[in-house]
């Protein structure tokens, strides 16, 4: 069984750093893009891409709202993502997911329905 597990997640004040883990097992990744989104609270609130990472050669993709402030990273011994989140916002405040999909790009890494593989999630709040 193929899963992903996320953690890290907390209540953090605004400037504050959170680092993010998603420790994926059950097959191997070689050929995976995986992937950090986020779901703010409220209705209409859809899931935001955030960051990506290409497993075998280590690519990263970002979001424009995050980039500069937070890294995404793997470590292929471990199979853990990892997302440094540093100078949080109020904004920033959501449920985070870790997703998993073979053979995503630059143009492609951004689009949730490509992902085939998704963790539970892990809150995040910032407080202002």
């Known amino acids: 069984q193929v899963l992903l597990a996320e953690s890290g997640g907390g209540l953090v004040q605004a400037g504050g750093s959170l680092r993010l883990s998603c420790v994926a097992s059950?097959?191997?990744?070689?050929?995976?893009?995986m992937g950090w989104f986020r779901q703010a609270p409220g209705p209409g609130k859809v899931r935001e891409f955030v960051a990506a990472v290409n497993w075998s050669q280590g690519k990263t993709y970002y979001a424009d709202s995050v980039k500069g402030r937070f890294t995404i990273s793997r470590d292929t011994v471990t199979n853990t993502v990892y997302l440094q989140m540093d100078s949080l916002a109020a904004e920033d405040t959501a449920a985070y997911f870790c997703?998993?999909?073979?053979?995503?790009?630059?143009?492609?890494?951004?689009?949730?329905?490509?992902?085939?593989?998704w963790g539970q999630g892990t809150q995040v709040t910032v407080s202002s």
């Open positions: 059950g097959r191997t990744f070689d050929a995976y893009t």
């Open positions: 997703a998993g999909a073979p053979f995503l790009g630059p143009t492609t890494a951004h689009l949730p329905w490509l992902y085939e593989l």
